[in-house]
């Protein structure tokens, strides 16, 4: 009808990435996904009339490395050849962090910039946790010279009651600074990573915004439903000016993700705002998208609307990715006691917002309060932020546990900038990466070097073809093979494979029958007794003392340090384990020789478990 013709002339086109494919997987399987299974969903996503998409960056880069066991250039580059040339793939940065949690020198800061170009992204969002927007201007500037367009970012939460700051008028110095630097910019984001800024809040931020920034600039808001004001702050962002959200897709929709892309066009309908979509092919789509990732594990914290997170502000992007972390060191039992403790880790350490890195530094330090005390260990992240080496803080830190932190990790409180502390670094930045793969007799190329870089031994070991999966999916088959085999244990005979020898085995009570020969047998719950005898094997017999040296916590085997047979000194490091994404170094408890290691690089752990013996 007229009417309707002239109502469709006059609505606002709203415009949105899709973010299913980098934050949607990071939010619900901790960026724990194979492109294989995804990447046929993106070129239907494409098809439906999606032009938008977020490709890559933040964890989903290291993830592919670190669990997937696959280049995430690679998956860049096929993503790319999928959504079509003219498609506006986006990554995210972490400023001087680029894509990891330590910060990054110069160099390779640079060069992350570049490389992303050269695998077929678009834009690069670029935020700085604590919003230090010194740790902006280079980063920026390396985006925009590498051919890129730049989406600077303003991080924000919402606090506790009675915790000052992360107000309108933070944001808008922020964001002042942000214009009086001079960095080059195309767009600018106001990032809720936890989903907790109440929605008035919202709407007086982007109005604010607008108001400096003028009626040209793009505005983007960014948030989750983990709070369950996600659609609301849209709304509001929406009225107070912004053209751009973020929304996804199911299953990696609502909970700890961004609103689906079907409910917030539901939410639009009957106002002047128009996602310009086809709903029916939007419903295909996600049609699609549930069966490609249906025999992957869907966490059930993933999937729920937690109304304590405005209290305890951990991002949806990371509370999946920890929550994994504890499933695979049998931890998750503590999960509860950890969110609690992240209340005090924010506000002691200077309310960075809970983003990545800083949400993790949050996490970390929460996580060592309830395993080790409180302030007992403090994480190095932490540490190193609340000293000043990832830049200012929005408030100051608190002075006691500054003190605990400077004595843990020997290092001073400094307010030097990070790019010159990191360039000055010998174990950072290009030359390094490069002397990692010389010394691994890798490639030299500028992908292999920021690999090396940014992801140190973990991704060392994938080039050197020894990764290892992490990925929590049904594996049909494999569950298949389990089950027969499992029916064959029933009956009692089966065939036993040790060293590639094969025995046949029947059970009968006490008695096992192997390859024709009987022989009695027990089980005795525990492995004390098995633990005796690898440090009495240990000493082939002689009356030197043997001391087991076990694992404190559970984690992976990352580094072993000393081989057998070399001397060691009491408090010499043998071996690094890495829970939580901390490393933990695990040290000589005497002086003598390393008789034996128990372990493997690589190898998962439990608490208690025997890591090596030394000889004294």
């Known amino acids: 009808s007229t009417n309707d013709n002239v109502r469709e002339c006059s609505m606002k086109k709203v415009d949105f990435m899709m973010t299913a494919f980098r934050d949607g997987f990071q939010s619900v399987f901790g960026a724990r996904v194979f492109s294989q299974d995804f990447l046929p969903v993106v070129e239907e996503a494409a098809a439906a009339g999606i032009t938008h998409f977020e490709a890559g960056g933040g964890a989903l880069f290291q993830a592919a490395y670190f669990y997937s066991n696959e280049d995430a250039f690679q998956v860049m580059d096929n993503f790319r050849k999928i959504a079509g040339p003219s498609a506006n793939l986006q990554t995210l940065a972490r400023g001087i962090n680029v894509v990891g949690l330590d910060s990054q020198p110069r160099d390779i800061i640079k060069l992350h910039a570049q490389l992303m170009h050269k695998h077929g992204i678009s834009t690069i969002r670029n935020f700085d946790a604590l919003n230090d927007v010194n740790n902006l201007i280079y980063s920026g500037k390396c985006i925009v010279e590498a051919g890129l367009k730049h989406e600077v970012t303003v991080t924000m939460m919402e606090l506790p009651p009675g915790c000052a700051g992360h107000t309108v008028e933070f944001y808008e110095g922020v964001l002042r600074k942000i214009l009086d630097s001079g960095i080059p910019y195309d767009s600018v984001c106001f990032k809720d990573a936890s989903g907790t800024s109440t929605p008035r809040k919202v709407h007086e931020t982007i109005k604010m915004a607008r108001r400096l920034l003028g009626k040209d600039i793009r505005i983007v808001f960014h948030s989750h439903e983990t709070a369950g004001c996600s659609v609301l702050a849209y709304m509001s962002a929406l009225e107070a000016g912004a053209d751009q959200l973020d929304l996804s897709m199911v299953p990696m929709s609502g909970g700890t993700c961004q609103p689906d892309l079907l409910t917030m066009w539901h939410a639009l309908r009957g106002t002047e ?10 419903m295909k789509v996600e049609e699609s998208l549930k069966n490609a990732m249906k025999d992957y594990f869907m966490p059930p914290e993933a999937t729920k609307v ?4 405005p209290f305890f502000p951990m991002p949806g992007g990371a509370l999946t990715a920890n929550t994994q972390m504890l499933r695979d060191n049998n931890l998750m039992d503590k999960y509860p006691e950890i969110i609690a403790a992240m209340g005090e880790a924010v506000a002691k350490g200077g309310f960075g917002t809970s983003v990545t890195p800083v949400s993790q530094f949050y996490f970390q330090q929460a996580f060592n309060n309830v395993m080790f005390g409180p302030w007992k260990k403090i994480a190095e992240g932490y540490g190193k932020m609340v000293l000043g080496y990832f830049g200012h803080t929005p408030a100051e830190p608190d002075p006691e546990v500054v003190k605990i932190a400077a004595e843990q990790l020997k290092l001073e409180p400094t ?9 000055a670094n010998p ?5 390094a990466a ?3 793969l010389e010394a691994n007799q890798l490639p030299i190329t500028d992908e292999n070097i920021f690999i090396a870089a940014s992801c140190s031994d973990k991704g060392i070991r994938f080039l050197k073809g020894e990764g290892t999966i992490g990925v929590r999916k049904i594996d049909k088959k494999a569950e298949a093979e389990k089950a027969a085999k499992q029916d064959a244990a029933v009956t009692g005979e089966m065939t036993v494979s040790v060293n590639g020898k094969s025995f046949g085995v029947k059970l009968s009570g006490n008695t096992a029958e192997i390859n024709g020969r009987k022989y009695e047998f027990g089980v005795t719950a525990g492995i004390a007794q098995v633990q005796k005898q690898v440090a009495e094997a240990a000493s082939s017999g002689s009356t030197e003392q043997f001391k087991e040296i076990h694992s404190t916590l559970p984690g992976a085997v990352v580094r072993i340090l000393v081989k057998p047979g070399s001397p ?14 901390m490393e933990t170094m695990v040290t000589a408890p005497v002086s003598g020789v390393l008789a034996s290691c128990q372990v493997k690089e690589g190898e998962q752990v439990q608490a208690g478990a025997l890591l090596a013996v030394i000889k004294h």
Do not use: F, Q
Request: charged share 35%; glycine share 6%; hydrophobic share 40%.
């Open 427 to 431: 174990a950072k930045g290009r030359k």
């Open 273 to 282: 705002y128009d996602l310009g979509i086809d709903p029916r092919k939007i």
């Open 415 to 423: 307010r030097e900038n990070p790019l010159d502390l990191n360039d």
């Open 568 to 581: 060691v000194k009491e408090g010499e490091s043998i071996l690094v384990l890495e829970a939580m994404k």
């Open 434 to 436: 490069v002397a990692m």
């Open 306 to 309: 937690n109304p304590l997170i």
